[in-house]
């Protein structure tokens, strides 16, 4: 029997992890809730002028994403360790990189979808509305989620198997992910703000371009890091 | 390329036209701090590399 | 006459020896001697030029100094760490070897140091120039990132007991960074060119421009050193690392 090919591992290797979030909805439910907690959080640790509120939104939604995908991602590799599930994986006839694809896709959408939930928050707290269109917030959304995947995906399964793996995982995630949040909040700003000046779409190229970079670049790396040769 | 990579460094002093006054306390801060560093690091690296010497003179 | 000559030469010496160095083994014994008293002369002179021969610019006043031992910092480390990103690649891609690694952690740390040092002294300088310690200029940005990638890729080595697998994810660590410091121009280009900083003139007189060069000379000599001397060590640590370890002096006793 043929060993499965990329696509259809990559399949799998997403649709298991989805499977074991949902199975475990507590997680996942505490996942959300330190996101809006962390948003409270800012809302009451940069007190109540209106003004600055709103030009804060966007950013702040993005940083209690990044807070929340930290947490989410060291648990991606996490359960890879339990019962040497990590071993099976790599004894098996499958490709490493497909086990990238379908983590950092999983990952990709848990943010996503995270994100997603987070915008009604936003709105409500900071006094703002989706000025430039749905469509378009759901794009940024999308495209800054999947920008935080792929770096993520390898520097989770690089510290989960180094000491202090909780502190670590942050400390090689963030400068490597600044340009994106500079790239995410300010598109977000504008959409939630008003974008009189057509900057948006360059903002939104520029994080299509991160992707761009971080995907391939992820993909083509990975296998160094789980292999043990 | 040298002058090119100066310039760009000196730009933003052009702006506000009119003389800089003084200004030596940042001078002697800035070499302070670049002269500490090289000390120091110089210093740790030399004790280092020591420190291993002499383990490699035990065995 | 004299001034476009000294730099030069101080260079092509420094150079020289770096090529002897790096081509022939049997001169690695002394070389670094060398190249070390070249530095600290330089060091010692520089001073001189940059506080004193160099004059004191109308416009400029004093200050502008400082960019006498801040860019050849910045400078370096902009050599050394993305040699790091090219070994990394090299390690990865064509041979895993133990110098490749040493070589890389060297010119990490080396180049955190500068990079570090760096930065702090565009602050200084920048305080009194545009009258803030820190602003959203692309290079200010991008280097202060980057050297914060580097203290990361530092960290995880320390973090990492297991000497191939240091090796392989830091190589890994790097190449990202890398990609991540092209971006990070970019983006902060991007910010920037929104924010609307103004610009200024192109051309510099030559007197400003010899200490500038004096340094750089002094500071290359300088990493050199160091970087030999890091990377001497790096690899003696490794060869702990794969070496079992000896009971020193004991027979064991078999009862």
Known sequence: MNPPGLLKTTWIVFKKDMQIEWRTRARLNALLFFAVATLLLFYFAIGGDPGTMRKSAGGFLWLALFFSSVLS????????????????????????????????????????????????????????????????LVLALALGSTAIAAPGTVYSAIATNARARDVLLPLLMFPVLIPSLIASVSSTTLILGGDPMNQMGDWLLFLFLFNLVYWPVCFLVFPKVIEDD | MNTLLLADELKPIFIGG???????????????????????YSLSLWLRVRGQRAKEGVK | MWVKALPLTLLAIAVGLIVCHLAVPKTRTWVWKVLAAQAVLMFLVQPYFALTWAPREVMMGDPYRIIYMHVP?????????????????????VKKSWAVDALSEALAEVGVYLGGVGWLLGSIWAKPTWGVYFSPDPRLITAGIMVFLYLGYLTLRRLIEDPEKRATW??????????????TWFATKMFRSIH???????????QIVMPFRFSLVAFLCFMFVLVWHRYRLALALRKN???????????????
């Open chain 3, 170 to 183: 830091s190589a890994v660590v790097s190449i990202l960074a890398g990609a991540d410091l092209v971006l």
């Open chain 3, 73 to 93: 910092h910045m400078f370096m480390a902009f050599l050394a760490l993305p040699l790091n990103v090219i070994l990394s690649v090299w390690y990865l891609v």
């Open chain 3, 241 to 255: 690392e794969i070496a079992p370890p000896e009971a020193v002096g004991q027979t064991q006793v078999i009862a």
């Open chain 1, 73 to 136: 991602l060291s648990e991606s590799f996490r359960l890879e360790t339990e019962n040497f599930a990590l071993e099976a994986l790599r004894l098996a006839p499958t490709s490493p990189r497909a086990v990238f694809l379908g983590k950092a896709a999983a990952n990709s959408l848990l943010s996503w979808v995270l994100a997603l939930a987070l915008v009604p928050l936003t709105v409500a707290f900071f006094d703002v509305s989706i000025k430039e269109g749905v469509p378009r």
């Open chain 2, 18 to 40: 009119g003389q800089m006054q003084g200004g030596w306390e940042f001078v002697w801060t800035a070499y302070a701090v670049a002269w500490a560093g090289i000390i120091l």
């Open chain 3, 196 to 206: 609307q900083l103004p610009s200024s003139p192109d051309t510099v007189d030559a």
